[in-house]
């Protein structure tokens, strides 16, 4: 079914998804990649605090290209996921609310999701173009040396994603 | 003998790169065309319709068709009476590709060493191959490569006695492997025989090949149609999501081998298969 969402959204109106839907989300999300999770991994090892509260927030598994002059961002489309699996666990159980990305989870992500009634949300790999006419803000919050990967903090509008792992934690993608 | 000033390299490789990454060549926009005209699943062509929605804002505003604009690879085929003036050509390709990335809006996506990981902050270097071809003339191939399906890609060193079933077998285990980690509908370049580096090279470059033309050896040209049939077969569908478009074409190249040998290379690209070629 297709839903309008706002986000970030509370564990009770994640409980209301369901494998396939597609849902427009509105609100905001929290970008980062492969060197944006080795950063916080590490800094969670040493007891330090994240650059930004995860706490019920989305994270979009996305580098963008530069945005030219006048623009809010470059092409934006979602990153395989599953380079981020050994991360993931530990943010979820930390509060992490849900991600949006492209590809298969290992187990032990689909454990945590359900676990921590989570959402795993797949954006269209390759609709970069497309995407980035759904963000209307973006800024960088945190490990601004690390270019695309940088931490963003974007404002979506009507942000299209499917739902592949709702809070039971099943994988449409193994179905 | 012709000369060739290497600045006219430099200028190529930066146009072709800001283009090839904004618009998609012509038979991969057919073959995404007949895909979405075809697709079962309702899903499938909701997802297939908004790929091509993507294509026109791409060319229509100037925004990359996928964030992942790719590490460089480049093709050279050097014509043997040409004479390459003006500076050393791998220096000026690399500059082409700075230019092109930076003036461009192209994501810069390489990293200066493979462990320590520091982003070059320009796309470079390319990945660059060179062969020496008959004329006077230079072509340059560019193909800028995303990663979510290059790191799907496999290399199989297959017995003789595996044959032609091992082949097609390697092809389909690689590309059921892939699954929705490589953005599906995918491309599939496989290098059959030489050696074991030479398959790879001869995968990537059957990317490079037209989308919807098949090899000239009649055998292989069957088992590409069969390939691409099965792989379709499997159900994976557009973003993996199911349906019957799960790749859009398989281009395979061989080359002769080793009486003990049989490697396949199976380079698996996604939907936006970028390729595009200029002779100076």
Redesign the interface.
């Known amino acids: 079914m297709t839903r309008h969402m706002t986000v970030p959204m509370s564990r009770e109106e994640k409980e209301t998804l369901k494998n396939g839907d597609f849902v427009y989300l509105t609100g905001t999300i929290y970008t980062a990649r492969d060197a944006a999770h080795k950063r916080m991994y590490e800094s969670l090892q040493k007891g330090e605090d994240l650059p930004f509260d995860i706490k019920d927030q989305i994270i979009y598994y996305m580098g963008p290209s530069p945005a030219r002059e006048g623009r809010v961002i470059g092409s934006a489309g979602p990153t395989t996921a599953g380079r981020m699996d050994k991360y993931t666990p530990t943010l979820l159980d930390l509060g992490l609310g849900g991600m949006i990305g492209k590809g298969k989870r290992t187990d032990e992500v689909l454990k945590a999701i359900e676990r921590n009634k989570s959402v795993y949300f797949a954006a269209i790999g390759g609709a970069g173009a497309l995407l980035a006419k759904a963000i209307v803000k973006s800024e960088v919050i945190a490990y601004d040396d690390l270019g695309t990967e940088a931490i963003r903090k974007l404002e979506v509008k009507d942000f299209p994603v499917i739902v592949v792992t709702d809070p039971s934690g099943v994988s449409l993608y193994n179905k | 003998m012709r000369e060739i000033e290497v600045s006219a390299v430099t200028e190529a490789v930066s146009e072709m790169c800001i283009e090839i990454n904004h618009v998609l060549s012509k038979d991969m926009k057919q073959v995404l065309k007949n895909a979405c005209e075809n697709e079962e699943s309702e899903?499938g062509r909701?997802?297939l319709s908004?790929?091509e929605?993507?294509?026109k804002?791409?060319e229509a505003?100037?925004?990359?068709?996928?964030?992942?604009?790719g590490m460089a690879v480049i093709f050279m085929e050097i014509g043997q009476d040409v004479h390459l003036t003006g500076g050393n050509l791998e220096d000026a390709i690399n500059e082409g590709v700075r230019k092109g990335y930076t003036e461009g809006?192209?994501?810069?996506?390489v990293v200066d060493d493979p462990l320590i990981?520091n982003?070059t902050?320009d796309n470079t270097p390319a990945v660059i191959h060179y062969s020496i071809v008959p004329g006077e003339n230079v072509k340059i191939t560019i193909s800028p490569k995303g990663f979510?399906s290059e790191?799907m890609s496999k290399v199989y060193m297959l017995k003789p006695a595996d044959g032609e079933e091992g082949v097609k077998n390697a092809i389909i285990s690689a590309v059921k492997d892939a699954?929705?980690?490589a953005?599906p509908p995918m491309v599939v370049g496989v290098g059959i025989g030489g050696t074991f580096e030479k398959c790879a090279l001869m995968a990537k470059h059957a990317l490079t090949r037209e989308a919807g033309t098949h090899s000239d050896i009649p055998y292989i040209k069957e088992m590409e149609e069969e390939v691409l049939d099965k792989i379709n077969a499997l159900g994976i569908g557009p973003?993996?999501?199911?349906g019957k478009n799960t790749a859009l074409a398989v281009n395979i190249e061989t080359y002769p081998t080793h009486i003990a040998g049989l490697p396949v290379a199976v380079n698996i690209c996604?939907?936006?298969n970028r390729h595009i070629s200029r002779v100076i």
Do not use: F, W
Not at chain 2, 61 to 69: A, H, S, V
Not at chain 2, 105 to 109: D, E
Not at chain 2, 239 to 242: F, I, P, Q, V
């Open positions: 899903l909701q997802i908004q790929l929605e993507n294509l804002i791409a505003e100037m925004i990359p068709i996928c964030q992942d604009t809006y192209l994501r810069k996506s990981r982003n902050k979510g790191n699954g929705p980690n953005c973003a993996g999501l199911g996604c939907h936006v």
